[in-house]
DNA sequence: ACACAACCGGAGTCCTGGCCTCCACTTGGA
DNA sequence: TCCAAGTGGAGGCCAGGACTCCGGTTGTGT
């Protein structure tokens, strides 16, 4: 208690924890939780200590930056929910969710990574969840959902189609739509045509690019 | 030339030499390439010394020992390709293909990563790449997969569904054939019926296992 | 049985890279 | 003006990987 806004910071102090905090949203966006907080500050323009006074350890850091992005899957999920057709509102979230763990790398490691030790994100989690229970149940009542898939099921789906776009990330980032397409195909308990792709495939030089990047984005 | 079997090892020089290659196998399937050589030496029970003789760089250990690996994907291929229903010659070689990554992550690593610097394995590469157009091609002209899909979109999916696989790994090793039976659905042209899923989904918990054991592989 | 080249283990060096502390210097603002 | 608040970044600490070296051991040809 009396914790919060003991006092405001100076100005300068203010200036430079969102310079903080804006360079760290950027550098686990698109390099995931890895990065060091020593990285931080140096693409931020600040010395360590700065940042080390300012979040005493990663998890604050963390916290503070990724609440207002689980909102937005949240609102993701409760905008669907709106929708009047039981599987554009299942599509819809689905594809929102995706763009968003797509463009944020941290995102997406948070979701689907450890659950302890990170409160907040643990209790957005826990908002998510019935909604997309909601979503998928109407969808399967609505006979417009195979029935022998569950809420798990999901969630693989959406890790196992966002490592494709990790995958392709530099060089085709939105390749990942094409197998959410299949993957959405899938999910229809009948239907007589496939739906059409969102985007054109790779060609033989993406596939190439892709592999070559992939290899030394973890190091060798 | 005259560099291989310039001599035959001392008998318990080959012997160490084959217990580094096995534990080597072992570790790299389950860990990935990432292991290092030091560790491979312990588990071997054997100096690190021995194996730095044995084996001047990473390299070579890891050429030695999955070109073997590589030609069981080869024939994987090649056996599909003689099965007569176009269809089952696709299903059989993905699923096989899969089952090959899923107990070998070093294998997938190889497979999908960087192409320079193993001139074997590309090689290999190069030889299951005109059979799997040849198994699509003839899938795609019989008109039991959908003509807008390419050899790359499979290789996307196949990653995807691996890392499925590496995500449920300690709690569900064959989940995966979910993700695999409702993206292999998503490949038809048409369907009536969802095939029948091979295996049970996730429970709440096994979820919940999941997510704390991937969240702790990757270190943090 | 003996000698010795081949082989062994693993302590030790070097290096990279993360985390975090400390303190001499700057600066905002009462 | 003055000083508490704030700053930067050198440097300590530690983990862990790659690789070397050498005193000691062992297989083997004779």
């Given at each position: 208690m009396a914790t919060t806004a003991e006092r405001p910071l100076r100005r300068d102090?203010?200036?430079?924890?969102?310079r903080i905090l804006d360079t760290a949203g950027l550098l686990f966006a698109e390099r995931g939780l890895g990065v060091s907080l020593d990285e931080i500050a140096r693409h931020a323009g600040v010395g360590v200590g700065t940042v080390y006074r300012r979040f005493p350890d990663k998890e604050q850091l963390i916290d503070a930056l990724f609440e207002h992005r689980l909102a937005e899957?949240?609102?993701?999920?409760?905008?669907?929910?709106?929708?009047?057709?039981?599987?554009?509102?299942?599509?819809?979230?689905?594809?929102?969710?995706?763009?968003?763990?797509?463009?944020?790398?941290?995102l997406k490691e948070l979701l689907l990574g450890t659950s302890t030790a990170h409160a907040r994100i643990e209790q957005g989690r826990q908002q998510i969840q019935p909604i997309v229970v909601a979503l998928l149940g109407r969808a399967q009542t609505a006979g417009v959902v195979r029935d022998d898939i569950n809420v798990p099921d999901l969630m693989l789906l959406q890790h196992a189609i966002g490592e494709a776009a990790e995958y392709t990330r530099e060089v085709a980032p939105e390749a990942w739509r094409r197998?959410?397409?299949?993957?959405?195909?899938?999910?229809?308990p009948d239907?007589?045509?496939?739906?059409?792709?969102?985007?054109?495939?790779?060609?033989?030089?993406?596939?190439?690019?892709?592999?070559?990047?992939?290899?030394?984005?973890?190091?060798r």
């Amino acid at each position: 208690m009396a914790t919060t806004a003991e006092r405001p910071l100076r100005r300068d102090a203010e200036r430079n924890r969102q310079r903080i905090l804006d360079t760290a949203g950027l550098l686990f966006a698109e390099r995931g939780l890895g990065v060091s907080l020593d990285e931080i500050a140096r693409h931020a323009g600040v010395g360590v200590g700065t940042v080390y006074r300012r979040f005493p350890d990663k998890e604050q850091l963390i916290d503070a930056l990724f609440e207002h992005r689980l909102a937005e899957i949240l609102a993701a999920a409760t905008d669907s929910l709106e929708m009047s057709d039981p599987w554009e509102a299942l599509v819809s979230f689905l594809e929102r969710s995706m763009e968003l763990q797509v463009k944020d790398r941290g995102l997406k490691e948070l979701l689907l990574g450890t659950s302890t030790a990170h409160a907040r994100i643990e209790q957005g989690r826990q908002q998510i969840q019935p909604i997309v229970v909601a979503l998928l149940g109407r969808a399967q009542t609505a006979g417009v959902v195979r029935d022998d898939i569950n809420v798990p099921d999901l969630m693989l789906l959406q890790h196992a189609i966002g490592e494709a776009a990790e995958y392709t990330r530099e060089v085709a980032p939105e390749a990942w739509r094409r197998v959410m397409s299949i993957a959405l195909d899938g999910l229809r308990p009948d239907r007589r045509r496939p739906s059409p792709m969102p985007v054109p495939p790779l060609d033989e030089e993406q596939v190439v690019c892709s592999m070559r990047e992939w290899g030394l984005r973890r190091r060798r």
